[in-house]
């Protein structure tokens, strides 16, 4: 990495405390230049309280983006107009709460981010293509370097619209939903891409939450309260990429795995050191 670029993290969607604690210990031995996460399962798998929101923000989290479950907690009404890193998608019906995509001013260069929600299998939402289109047009005025964060559950439409919008020259897109990280980090028109980034958090169970209480519903059809995975064992998948701040051109896309075993070791090293 030279003067000329930066390192950008973007953490796949937090589940609950383990989530949490398992980026908190990974920022406390890795350093970027800026650090995004999807934080609306961090706070016990269903949206985000504001106590989560700022000690997540005490972490070293520049950006946090959300998806369908950001209202699951209440109290998110009471903070979440006057945060100053939290968005929620950009196409949630005007009048909606929060905002849809903030320009972050980090001296010598600034990062736009945009959070988007899918509609294939999702909720209703306004429809992404022309919207983030022209909010990409808009930051591309101020900024070069615009990273998206697509919410979404269908392959499909997370492949189509991040080649959509590699074509109108964002930075990096980041699928999210989905909670298992996908195998194709690649750079699709100087934009880096993966179709989801995964989770962090409990890997002993069921995209973070509890085995038991899934294998239930699935065999019951009863609905039953969701808890999140005691996290015996945690993950952390991100994605990490280098970015040209004068052209806002990725240079390289790597995907991060890793589990606590691995973080304790790192933690073992320091000390040593």
Known sequence: MTNSTI?????????????????????????YDFVIANVENASHGFGLTEKNYK????????????????????????YIDSSDCLIRPINYPKGTKGKGSQIFDLGDYKIGVINVLGRVFMGLVDSQWELVAQ???????ITPIIIIDFHAEATAEKICFGKFCSELGVSAFFGTHTHVQTSDDSIINNMAYITDAGFCGASDGVIGMDYQT???????GIPE??????????????????IDKINGKALSVKRVF????????????????
């Open 225 to 242: 309260r969701y808890e999140v995975a005691k996290g015996e064992t945690t993950q952390i998948n991100a994605v990490e990429v280098e």
């Open 135 to 141: 909010e990409i047009k808009r930051i591309k005025e």
């Open 258 to 273: 890793c589990n606590d075993n691995n973080i304790k070791e790192e933690k073992e090293s320091e000390k040593e050191n």
């Open 55 to 78: 000690d997540l923000q005490s972490y070293g989290i520049n950006c946090m983006t959300c998806g369908n479950h950001i209202w699951d907690k209440k109290d998110i009404h009471n």
């Open 7 to 31: 390192k950008i993290i973007f953490f796949g969607d937090i589940v609950g405390k383990p989530g949490r604690f398992a980026v908190r210990d990974y920022l406390a031995l890795n350093k």
């Open 214 to 220: 899934s294998l239930t519903r699935f065999l019951t």
